[in-house]
C-alpha cells in the first residue's frame, strides 16, 4: 500500500519555542494531507486539512496562529506548533489519500506519527 | 458530541476464538464506516471498510457489518491469533471522497496464547 512517513519520530521541546513536524506521501502524489491529534487513551481528532498549494482548512477550536501548516509540494505537508507549552503535548499523526485506490477503498494511509512532549 | 463510540475500552479472547469489535453512530448522514488497527507510538493501518449501501463486507479473517438502522457496525475477526493485540479504532465519513475521518476511542484487543 500507499506509504506516508512523518519525521521525527519523538521530539521533546522547552515551553516556548516552536517544533516543526513533516509529512511525506513517498510513493504517491497528495493534494491533500490531514492532520489527527492524539491524547493518551483518547481518540484521534482531525485537527486541519492541508491542501497543497493554498491555505490549510482548520477544523473548529484549532488555532489556526498555533499550529501553522505548509504543503509546498504534493509530497510535503509540515506542521509547526509554535510557542509550544506543556498541553500541546500530544502524539501527532498526518494521513494522505492516494487517488489511484480511491475510490476503492477510500481509506487514508496514517504517518508513523510524531510523539511532542513539551517540557 | 462524540459521534462515533466505542463503548468497550477492552476485550480479551483466547486465540483461535472470534474477536467481536463493537462501534456505534449517531449521526445518519454518516455513508462510509472503516476499521483501523494501532500499535503504540505508530499510526494507525487500515483494515477494512464498508459502504452504507453495504451490510456486509469480508476480507480474508475479518468482516465488518453494518446495521444502518441501529446505527451499529462490528469487525469480526477469526481465527484471532495473538499478532491481531492492538488498538482498533471504528472510524465513519460523509463520503468515500473525503479524508476527514470522524474516529471513535478505539478498544484494546488482546489476543492470549
Known amino acids: 500500500g500507499a506509504v506516508v512517513s512523518q519525521h521525527p519520530s519523538w521530539v521533546i521541546c522547552k515551553s516556548g519555542t516552536s517544533v516543526k513536524i513533516e509529512c511525506r506521501s513517498l510513493?504517491?502524489?497528495?493534494?491533500?494531507m490531514f492532520w489527527y491529534r492524539q491524547f493518551p487513551k483518547q481518540s484521534l481528532m482531525l485537527m486541519a486539512t492541508?491542501?497543497?498549494?493554498?491555505?490549510?482548512?482548520?477544523e473548529q477550536g484549532v488555532e489556526k496562529d498555533k499550529f501553522l501548516i505548509n504543503h509546498a509540494s504534493l509530497t510535503l505537508s509540515t506542521l509547526t506548533v509554535t510557542s509550544a507549552h506543556p498541553e500541546d503535548s500530544s502524539f501527532y499523526i498526518c494521513?494522505?489519500?492516494?487517488?489511484?485506490?480511491?475510490?476503492?477503498?477510500?481509506?487514508?494511509?496514517f504517518g508513523e506519527g510524531s510523539r511532542l512532549t513539551v517540557l | 458530541d462524540q459521534q462515533v463510540k466505542q463503548n468497550s475500552p477492552s476485550l480479551s479472547v483466547q486465540e483461535g476464538r472470534i474477536s467481536i469489535l463493537n462501534c456505534d453512530y449517531t449521526?445518519?448522514?454518516?455513508?462510509?464506516f472503516l476499521w483501523y488497527k494501532k500499535y503504540p507510538a505508530e499510526g494507525p493501518t487500515f483494515l477494512i471498510s464498508?459502504?452504507?449501501?453495504?451490510d456486509k463486507n469480508e476480507d480474508g479473517r475479518f468482516t465488518v457489518f453494518l446495521n444502518k438502522s441501529a446505527k451499529h457496525l462490528s469487525l469480526h475477526i477469526v481465527p484471532s491469533q495473538p499478532g491481531d493485540s492492538a488498538v482498533y479504532f471504528c472510524?465513519?465519513?460523509?463520503?468515500?471522497?473525503?479524508?476527514?475521518?470522524?474516529f471513535g476511542q478505539g478498544t484494546t484487543l488482546q489476543v492470549k496464547p
Open positions: 494521513s494522505a489519500r492516494d487517488l489511484r485506490l480511491v475510490p476503492r477503498t477510500g481509506e487514508l494511509f
Open positions: 510513493d504517491f502524489q497528495a493534494t491533500t
Open positions: 492541508s491542501n497543497e498549494g493554498s491555505k490549510a482548512t482548520y
Open positions: 449521526n445518519s448522514m454518516f455513508d462510509y
Open positions: 464498508i459502504s452504507s449501501i453495504k
Open positions: 472510524a465513519a465519513s460523509f463520503s468515500s471522497n473525503t479524508g476527514k475521518l470522524i
